[in-house]
């Protein structure tokens, strides 16, 4: 099993530029998670979803778009990016049932906007 | 509001020497709490994790944690560590419930481990 993965991993956008983050994982979850990660800050959450064809806002959900038509993939978007969007982003996942809500994590897309 | 607070941002350590993380959390967030581990340009890695039952907690690499729930706090151990430990080191907490596995993140550790 790949788990989670992401792409792209690396992208340097020009302020107003828009682009999409793609986020897959084939373990069958059904909870995925979409964080911002700063310094200083540990991880902030953007989005999520608790199946597929539905989402809700996190912490920190201004200036993004998400999507789960797809009950393995989560796609974070960015419409209009700017400056305060760099960042490293991660994707994580959880599944529903059972006693741990552990999240298994994808290995980050480093964002930077110029 | 739920909280997870890390109270070093720093830690440097000598190799072969003891070494403790501490993380405090809101009474909201108690109900499951984990540490999981960064390596530079890395995502995150699950350490250990404490759900119920025994109070001490152990993970991979040798690490181990302390639910305390009168001081709120699941402060991170390892009676020596290597030069490879060195990484960033995240505590968090979920509800349960209706959460939907939710977590809340400290602020993170970086602990370095110099020769």
């Known amino acids: 099993n790949a788990g989670v993965t992401q792409t792209p991993k690396f992208r340097v956008l020009k302020t107003g530029q828009s682009m999409t983050l793609l986020c897959a994982q084939d373990?069958?979850?059904?909870?995925m998670y979409w964080y911002r990660q700063d310094p200083g800050m540990g991880l902030r959450l953007i989005h999520y979803?608790?199946?597929?064809?539905?989402?809700a806002k996190g912490e920190v959900p201004d200036g993004y778009n998400v999507s789960r038509l797809k009950k393995q993939n989560f796609l974070l978007g960015l419409e209009s990016a700017a400056p305060s969007q760099t960042s490293v982003y991660f994707c994580?996942?959880?599944?529903?049932?059972?006693?741990?809500?552990?999240?298994?994590f994808g290995p980050g897309t480093r964002l930077t906007v110029t | 509001a739920q909280s997870v607070t890390q109270l070093d941002s720093q830690v440097p350590v000598f190799e072969e020497a003891p070494v403790e993380l501490r993380c405090n959390y809101s009474?909201?967030?108690?109900?499951?709490l984990f540490w999981y581990v960064q390596y530079p340009n890395q995502g995150l890695q699950l350490l250990l994790k404490?759900?119920?039952?025994?109070?001490l907690v152990k993970g991979i690499n040798g690490f181990e944690a302390e639910f305390n729930k009168s001081q709120t706090s699941f402060h991170l151990r390892k009676p020596s560590v290597h030069i490879s430990d060195t990484a960033e080191y995240f505590c968090?907490?979920?509800?349960?419930?209706?959460?939907?596995?939710?977590?809340?993140f400290g602020q993170g550790t970086i602990l370095t481990v110099h020769p």
């Open positions: 994580a996942s959880t599944q529903r049932r059972g006693t741990a809500y552990e999240q298994y």
């Open positions: 373990m069958n979850h059904e909870y």
């Open positions: 979803s608790v199946g597929e064809g539905t989402t």
């Open positions: 009474s909201s967030v108690s109900v499951y």
């Open positions: 404490y759900l119920s039952g025994s109070t």
């Open positions: 968090a907490g979920g509800a349960g419930g209706t959460s939907y596995g939710k977590l809340t």
